[in-house]
């Protein structure tokens, strides 16, 4: 004789309920990427349509220096020493200045 029939199934009703809350998150998830997605894909449309900037300036007609340095700025007496580190030499005659440490 048999005893009594199968046994009833387990309840899932608690994993059933997760599994649907879960889905539901990830399509939320899913339509704001979306939404996301087709906005950025709007703006850089709106980008690569956008009419060219306006033209530059136009060129110089002639050359001009890059650095605009006034010729008096120099005093008359560095003048003849040279430029930069040159005039601050020791070794040249006329070219360093007068109070300078000369070690030798």
Request: positive net charge; hydrophobic residues 35%; aromatic residues 0%.
């Amino acid at each position: 004789m048999c005893g009594g029939g199968a046994p009833s199934p387990p309840d899932n009703s608690a994993q059933l309920a997760l599994q649907r809350q879960q889905i539901e998150e990830s399509n939320k998830r899913y339509e704001a990427d979306l939404a996301r997605a087709q906005a950025r894909e709007k703006e850089q449309r709106d980008i690569a349509n956008a009419p060219p900037a306006p033209a530059p300036n136009p060129t110089a007609m002639a050359p001009a220096p890059a650095l605009e340095i006034a010729t008096g700025a120099i005093a008359p007496t560095q003048r003849g020493a040279g430029m930069g580190r040159k005039r601050l030499r020791s070794d040249i005659p006329g070219a360093a200045p007068v109070n300078t440490l000369n070690i030798g």
